[in-house]
């Protein structure tokens, strides 16, 4: 399987649809009433279905195993035909499209089943999926061309005595996203990071470093004061989605604020932490500027 640990939990959705073509009104009249031998063929295929989406992932070798936090399925009589409409949802950071197909699969098979002593010509038809949301398409911010600065803030590094990982990863992931980005070294000194902030003509500045606790820790406190205001509910992502991948994560300073109009973030100084506070708000948080914008994204 797929590595997905650096994903974020959302909601996701996904609806396919299976066809059983019948070859006689017969067929058709006779499940309507009810009347097929092996018992109600909606009601029977329903359970199938139900039991079956949840056997995906012992069946997909590369599927996860999931939570099954919805399952709908539904009937339409289409002359000769019968569409199946099979819908899954989950919060968990992977989509369901081919547990929705499963299900599908699964209903229509079993109706083939009970359907064959009575019409030896039934078969299954097209199976195929009708929507998916949740994912990154779901999300296409549609984002003018943006551009960063990276601040990396280390005593160490601005002598020359270390080498940056944490910014090459900002920008590498910035870069993935579109977003243009140059860099900056300075050291842990509050003049020179205050001059980062109100002296850039750029959307988005990203310092990293200096978000613990040590006696040189200041980014955090020299950048709050500028701000124009807080973008709490990120600060508490990124300490979110760190927690639950390292209990240190909890130590950490991060910010995230506005001003005027630009993004500040004061990400950790770590190559981990750094990583993981980016896959933690990127690209969603770019919906920022559609908001400053006036924009609304739907």
Do not use: W
């Not at 499209?97 to 229509?108: L, P």
């Not at 940056?164 to 977003?179: H, N, P, Q």
Request: charged share 25%; glycine share 8%.
């Amino acid at each position: 399987m797929i590595d997905i640990t650096h994903k974020i939990t959302t909601l996701r959705e996904a609806t396919a649809t299976a066809i059983v073509k019948t070859s006689s009104a017969e067929t058709i009249q006779r499940i309507k009433e009810n009347k097929v031998p092996k018992g109600n063929v909606f009601e029977m295929s329903k359970a199938a279905g139900l039991l079956g989406v949840k056997k995906t992932p012992e069946l997909l070798p590369d599927c996860h195993p999931m939570p099954i936090e919805f399952t709908g399925i539904e009937y339409k009589i289409n002359g000769l035909d019968i569409v199946i409409s099979f819908t899954v949802k989950t919060i968990y950071k992977t989509g369901v499209e081919v547990e929705a197909m499963h299900g599908a699969s699964i209903v229509a098979l079993n109706m083939y089943d009970m359907l064959k002593p009575i019409d030896k010509n039934i078969e299954i038809s097209t199976i195929k999926l009708e929507q998916k949301k949740g994912g990154k398409s779901s999300f296409n911010l549609d984002i003018d061309e943006l551009t960063a600065k990276v601040v990396v803030c280390s005593d160490t590094i601005s002598k020359g005595e270390g080498k940056d990982k944490a910014g090459e990863i900002i920008i590498t992931k910035l870069g993935e996203l579109g977003v243009k980005a140059d860099k900056l070294v300075i050291p842990d000194d509050p003049e020179k990071i205050k001059t980062a902030v109100e002296e850039n003509d750029t959307d988005m500045v990203i310092f990293t470093g200096g978000t613990g606790v040590g006696p040189r820790d200041v980014t955090p406190n020299t950048i709050e004061p500028l701000l124009d205001f807080h973008l709490k509910g990120v600060e508490e992502h990124m300490r979110n989605y760190g927690q639950q991948r390292m209990p240190y994560a909890m130590l950490s300073r991060s910010v995230a604020g506005i001003k005027d109009g630009k993004v500040i973030l004061s990400l950790p100084g770590s190559s981990k932490g750094a990583a993981e506070c980016m896959d933690a708000i990127f690209p969603h948080i770019l919906h920022v500027f559609k908001v400053i914008e006036g924009k609304r994204h739907d």
